[in-house]
T-cell receptor
Framework: DAGVTQSPTHLIKTRGQQVTLRCSPK?????VSWYQQALGQGPQFIFQ???????QRGNFPDRFSGHQFPNYSSELNVNALLLGDSALYLC???????????FGPGTRLTVT | GDSVTQMEGPVTLSEEAFLTINCTYT??????LFWYVQYPGEGLQLLLK?????DKGSNKGFEATYRKETTSFHLEKGSVQVSDSAVYFC????????????FGKGTLLTVNP
């Protein structure tokens, strides 16, 4: 049973560019959450998708947007990249019950 | 809002030593509490959880008890191994199922042989 997968593994972008990160949830899961983990910090909640809609959002600007597809996979888009957007972006999936979130390996984004 | 405070690291122990990593929280209602572990270069893995007061979560020799009176969820292990070296995160969810995880800053544990 494949767990949560994310692509790409690493990404280098230039300030001002746009980036799209992808996530496939664990089999049987219908909810996807995205987190940003800056170096040496705990993950910070960006938003959560359920039934193709954003269900809850953390304290992130509108430059961060997402999408969930009918097969429950998800994308995270970040526009107008800033140096401070450099971080590990984690995707987590969960089912309606039980509620544990299972994390993917993350995408390391570096903005230069 | 919700918050999690865990002891500052790094923590360095010798193999077979006793481990405690303190975690306290602030949350509305009755949160569920979690410990996650992050090995070098990897994502987060759920280590254990507790969903109500006085519950004890346990896994791989690690334990933590949900203490509502002290708003704490301290992680303990009686005898650590080199393979336990990782970053440990205390986290909570509140406000219903499938809602966001709020994490502490993490504690780096290094176990020396």
């Amino acid at each position: 049973d494949a767990g949560v997968t994310q692509s790409p593994t690493h990404l280098i972008k230039t300030r001002g560019q746009q980036v799209t990160l992808r996530c496939s949830p664990k089999s049987g899961h219908d909810t996807v959450s995205w987190y940003q983990q800056a170096l040496g910090q705990g993950p910070q909640f960006i938003f959560q998708y359920y039934e193709e809609e954003e269900r809850q959002r953390g304290n992130f600007p509108d430059r961060f947007s997402g999408h969930q597809f009918p097969n429950y996979s998800s994308e995270l888009n970040v526009n107008a990249l800033l140096l401070g957007d450099s971080a590990l972006y984690l995707c987590a999936s969960s089912a309606s019950s039980p509620h544990e979130q299972y994390f993917g390996p993350g995408t390391r984004l570096t903005v230069t | 809002g919700d918050s999690v405070t865990q002891m500052e690291g790094p923590v360095t122990l010798s193999e077979e030593a006793f481990l405690t990593i303190n975690c306290t929280y602030t949350a509305t209602g009755y949160p569920s509490l979690f410990w996650y572990v992050q090995y070098p270069g990897e994502g987060l893995q759920l280590l254990l959880k507790a969903t109500k007061a006085d519950d004890k979560g346990s896994n791989k020799g690690f334990e933590a008890t949900y203490r509502k009176e002290t708003t704490s969820f301290h992680l303990e292990k009686g005898s650590v191994q080199v393979s336990d070296s990782a970053v440990y995160f205390c986290a909570l969810t509140s406000g219903g199922s499938n809602y966001k995880l709020t994490f502490g800053k993490g504690t780096l544990l290094t176990v020396n042989p």
